[in-house]
């Protein structure tokens, strides 16, 4: 330790040159089978150790791994024998009750974390499964993942574009089989109902629009200047939602009025008609509209059609 602090240079005498080289040795066969002379290379190359070593001091490196609960086999191979890490102590085993807390801890930050996160957070959680050979644990992500069917680059793209507000054209193949190209200004990635939807504002109907980013086939042109939005009509429809449950949440484009006892009223805005009504219709009994006037009669209509065509469906 003096030696350190005089000349903060680490050097052979302040090493345990025997351990370090076992460790080396470990590290070198974690990463692929190696022979005794591609060890002794790499050896002599390292900037502490700069020698090689015999066979008898290696057999003594490999017979204290296997003391240490290494299982180290010698195979041939066209380029001479190589030693091989069969397991070793030191490997992380994830239990399925391990497993099935993960699951828990996803499903429950599904709800409250930005796309951004939930997509790092299952990123880590796959290269866990990845490089502790677990298939149980990758398989338990696929079921619950909300990116499936979703092209990687492409969503680390738009997530990149989404944080810039870009605007941006994207080949678009729509639940009607039709595929047509979209320019849509980014405003957010999001989640609903368990599918990743791009949100923006549609340049050529100059209202706000979504699109399920599993059905977008690929990103066409990006435009690198800021685009100013020319006014768009918007709609505000103001309704009352009650029996919520606590993971409950808002949507960006939503604020409360005002807080009673047992419910809140919410103000929605959207140049979307189509995104209001959606929305009302998700919170089901939850949710009543006061006004405007009109959009409450449509959904009075809609709920009147739909409740006709399922007794019609009924007698049938």
Not at 132 to 149: M, R, Y
Not at 183 to 209: A, C, F, M, P
Request: proline share 2%; glycine share 4%.
């Amino acid at each position: 330790m003096k030696e350190f602090k005089k000349s903060n240079t680490v050097t052979y005498n302040l090493m345990s040159f025997t351990g370090f080289k076992s460790l080396m040795i470990f590290t070198l066969l974690l990463e692929s089978p190696k022979s005794y002379r591609e060890i002794c290379e790499f050896f002599k190359k390292h900037e502490y150790i700069n020698e090689e070593i015999s066979v008898d001091t290696f057999r003594v490196y490999i017979t204290s791994l296997k003391r240490a609960g290494c299982e180290i086999v010698r195979e041939s191979s066209d380029d001479g024998s190589k030693y091989r890490i069969v397991s070793h102590p030191f490997e992380l085993k994830i239990s399925e009750e391990q497993i099935k807390s993960i699951v828990k801890i996803y499903r429950i930050i599904l709800k409250t974390i930005d796309v951004k996160g939930l997509y790092a957070f299952e990123k880590f959680i796959r290269e866990l499964a990845h490089k502790t050979k677990n298939s149980e644990l990758l398989d338990a992500i696929n079921k619950v993942s909300v990116f499936k069917g979703i092209n990687q680059t492409l969503l680390e793209d738009l997530i990149s574009y989404a944080l810039g507000k870009k605007c941006i054209t994207f080949l678009y193949n729509s639940p009607r089989g039709k595929t047509s190209s979209i320019e849509l200004v980014i405003d957010k990635i999001g989640i609903s109902n368990g599918k990743v939807y791009l949100y923006g504002t549609n340049l050529k109907y100059l209202q706000y629009s979504y699109f399920l980013i599993s059905r977008i086939l690929e990103i066409q042109n990006v435009k690198a200047e800021h685009i100013e939005l020319p006014d768009v009509k918007t709609y505000k429809v103001k309704y009352i939602l009650k029996s919520l449950s606590p993971e409950f949440k808002l949507s960006d484009e939503e604020k409360i009025l005002e807080i009673n006892d047992d419910s809140i009223t919410v103000e929605m805005e959207s140049s979307n008609k189509f995104i209001l009504k959606q929305k009302v219709m998700e919170y089901g009994r939850h949710c009543t509209v006061l006004e405007p006037l009109e959009f409450r009669e449509e959904i009075i209509n809609t709920l009147k059609r739909m409740r006709e065509e399922y007794l019609n469906g009924k007698n049938k």
